[in-house]
C-alpha cells in the first residue's frame, strides 16, 4: 500500500502547488489516508484495524500484565469502532499518529476549530463508552 501511496503522489507532484500553506506532509497523508479508505472499502474490513493500530504490549512485562494490556486493546479499539469515522480519523492522528491538529484539519478538509471540536466530542463519547467495560 506504501508503494501505491507514493506513486500516487509522484503521478500527482507536477500539479500540486507548493507555498507556505500547502505542505507535502499533509497532502501524502491524505493520498495514504484516501488509499486506505478504498482498500477497506473494496475488501469490506472495518476501517479500524486491531492489528495495526499499536501494539500496548511490552516484552518486559509478565504474561499477567500482557494479558491485561491486551484486554484493554480490544475494549479501546471497540469504542472507537462506534465512533463516528471523523472522529475515529482525529483521534487516531492526534493521539496515534501524533499529528497536529492544523495537519489533521488538512488531512480532513476542515478548520482546525473543527478538528478540536471533533476530538473533544469523540473523547466524551469514548469515555461514555468505556465506562461500560469498567
Given at each position: ?9 509522484y503521478?500527482?507532484?507536477?500539479r500540486?502547488?507548493?507555498s507556505?500553506?500547502k505542505?507535502?506532509l499533509p497532502?501524502f ?6 488509499t ?29 500484565e500482557?494479558i491485561i494490556?491486551?484486554e484493554?486493546?480490544?475494549e ?10 471523523e472522529?475515529q480519523?482525529?483521534?487516531i ?6 499529528l ?6 488538512k ?8 478538528v478540536?471540536?471533533?476530538q ?9 463508552i468505556?465506562k461500560?467495560?469498567?
Amino acid at each position: 500500500m506504501a508503494q501505491i501511496v507514493f506513486l500516487k503522489v509522484y503521478l500527482a507532484i507536477s500539479r500540486f502547488e507548493f507555498s507556505a500553506e500547502k505542505k507535502l506532509l499533509p497532502y501524502f497523508f491524505t493520498v495514504a489516508r484516501n488509499t486506505v479508505i478504498d482498500y477497506y472499502r473494496r475488501k469490506k474490513i472495518p476501517a479500524v484495524d486491531a492489528d495495526r493500530l499499536w501494539d500496548l504490549a511490552d516484552p518486559g512485562q509478565n504474561g499477567e500484565e500482557q494479558i491485561i494490556k491486551q484486554e484493554q486493546k480490544k475494549e479501546i479499539l471497540a469504542a472507537l469502532r462506534e465512533l463516528n469515522f471523523e472522529q475515529q480519523e482525529a483521534i487516531i492522528n492526534k493521539y496515534l499518529n501524533g499529528l497536529a491538529n492544523n495537519e489533521i484539519a488538512k488531512i480532513l478538509g476542515k478548520t482546525e476549530a473543527a478538528v478540536r471540536q471533533l476530538q473533544c466530542r469523540g473523547l466524551k463519547k469514548l469515555r461514555i463508552i468505556l465506562k461500560k467495560y469498567d
